[in-house]
């Protein structure tokens, strides 16, 4: 009997071991094509891993544990890549990969023992879950930033100084999400160039108002929003959100993605103006 469940132990490590195995060489084939593609920033090494388990997963149930090979590798990545670039087709500005960043929001709605900790360090400490808002959610629920309340604010420097044109909120789909009233309502974004100052507040007299909207469930979950025409072509380097309202939800509000869209300035003097 013991030899017998010695070789049933082998068996189960072996087979445990090469599954681990095949997944890892399968991370690496898929950032490598990323890679290949100039588009392994978009991902974390979470995102690939949930994606390629996905994968894995839905093979073995269609085709009875067939091997996830490299074609199905690019055929997945060329599809994803294919259905982001879809959706906007337009240059995102607080992308983090890119170099965006939030440096400030209200308080997150976190766990007490959390909140306790976020509010004695500093209220003006960001939040790491924060990033989420900056990087594609791939339409999953739960891949946001949720602040407490039904109204608050998120502020991010954007990767440069540009004109902006529009802004785009996003939501989780109504396919996915089954209970979407956290998601904002009455919105308002501002922006400012900030420039090197990045710790002195900005005053409120050099805050555009860029847009005032209010986000509808009844629509797509991505909404762009063009800038008021008053804007013109000021140039801005950080824009906050600020909600209001949300869609009945009195606890938080989500926040799934925030991207703001416009072009660089081609004159030199322009910015100098703006320093």
Known sequence: MQVQAEFVN??????VGGEVNRFEKLSEMFEKKLRELGAVEIFSKDDLDKIIDDLMNVK???NGDMEVTLDDI???????????????????????????MVVRHS???????????FQKI????????????????FKESGQCFPLKGNSGFVQIRLRTTIILEAITLEHVDKAVGYDRSNAPKNCRVYGWHQGHDADIGVETGKMLLLVEFSYDLEK????????????????????????TSNQGSPSHTCIYR????????????MLATQS
């Open 60 to 62: 073995g149930a269609d």
């Open 122 to 137: 500093s209220l003006t400490t960001v939040y790491r879950d924060s990033k989420k808002m900056l990087k594609p959610s």
């Open 220 to 243: 797509s979950n991505a909404q762009t929003f063009n800038v008021l025409d008053s804007v013109g072509s000021g140039l801005v380097d950080t824009v906050k959100l600020d909600f």
């Open 74 to 100: 690019i055929m997945t990545t060329r599809c994803i890549l294919l259905k982001e670039n879809q959706r906007l087709d337009r240059v995102d500005y607080t992308l983090s990969s890119g170099g965006a």
């Open 258 to 269: 925030l991207q703001v869209h416009g072009h660089e300035p081609t004159s030199v003097s």
């Open 10 to 15: 082998k068996k189960i490590e072996s087979e």
């Open 107 to 117: 308080e997150p709605f976190i766990i007490e023992k959390v909140r306790r900790w």
